[in-house]
């Protein structure tokens, strides 16, 4: 216990005036510093109502001049190029492919060579050929098999009944590497 003075009714009346000045004190602060705020975006605003208007300027006289057709011609044309260039891509990995299971293939004389996409991530390879000998033909199927991870080579065992002069047709199922 506090010992003052004064009554208790007049010490909850100071009590109710110092709250009451603290509230109004507070409330003047945010509204301060609401003003503050308002006064520092207040030149965004302008700039951001300028630029909108000299964008809407510029499309209004791109329109008046006809260049808007022309810039829609230009996108177009790019646009088709770059479909082009997606496409080489892919033609490129398809390339390398090729030239991957042609650099693997030893004494052993392809005769065909067939490209199928069974998906955007997989392709199946047919290779027709001519193996000197049997040896030469597992060896083939084991290179290839060590080409990429997951490639799977289907030879039909009835391609091995023969030991010199195999004709055979395998199957090579490769997945594609991933295009940027």
Same mark, same amino acid.
Do not use: W
């Given at each position: 216990?506090?010992?003052?003075?004064?009554?208790?009714?007049?010490?909850?009346?100071?009590?109710?005036?110092?709250v009451t000045?603290?509230?109004?004190?507070?409330?003047?602060?945010?509204?301060?510093?609401?003003?503050?705020?308002?006064?520092?975006?207040?030149?965004?605003?302008?700039?951001?109502?300028?630029?909108?208007?000299?964008?809407?300027?510029?499309? %209004?006289?791109?329109?008046?001049? *006809?260049? =808007?057709?022309?810039?829609?011609?230009? #996108? @177009?044309?790019? !646009?088709? &190029?770059?479909?082009?260039?997606?496409?080489?891509?892919?033609?490129?990995?398809?390339?390398?492919?090729?030239?991957?299971?042609?650099?693997?293939?030893?004494?052993?004389?392809?005769?065909?060579?067939?490209?199928?996409?069974?998906?955007t991530t997989? %392709?199946?390879?047919?290779?027709? *050929?001519? =193996?000197?000998?049997?040896?030469?033909? #597992? @060896?083939?199927? !084991?290179? &290839?098999?060590?080409?990429?991870?997951?490639?799977?080579?289907?030879?039909?065992?009835?391609?091995?009944?023969?030991?010199?002069?195999?004709?055979?047709?395998?199957?090579?199922?490769?997945?594609?590497?991933?295009?940027?």
């Amino acid at each position: 216990m506090h010992p003052t003075f004064l009554p208790d009714n007049e010490r909850r009346l100071l009590r109710r005036e110092y709250v009451t000045r603290l509230v109004i004190v507070i409330c003047l602060a945010l509204s301060f510093s609401g003003l503050v705020g308002l006064a520092g975006l207040f030149p965004a605003f302008v700039q951001a109502l300028s630029e909108k208007k000299s964008i809407l300027n510029s499309i %209004a006289s791109l329109d008046e001049d *006809g260049e =808007s057709s022309k810039m829609v011609k230009e #996108l @177009s044309a790019d !646009s088709h &190029l770059l479909a082009f260039l997606n496409l080489s891509a892919d033609e490129a990995i398809l390339s390398k492919i090729i030239q991957e299971t042609v650099n693997v293939r030893g004494p052993i004389k392809i005769t065909s060579l067939t490209i199928e996409r069974r998906s955007t991530t997989t %392709a199946a390879i047919i290779l027709r *050929g001519v =193996s000197p000998t049997r040896q030469n033909l #597992l @060896s083939f199927k !084991s290179r &290839l098999e060590d080409l990429a991870q997951g490639s799977i080579v289907i030879l039909p065992l009835s391609e091995l009944v023969s030991s010199t002069d195999i004709r055979f047709s395998l199957e090579l199922n490769r997945s594609l590497p991933q295009t940027i």
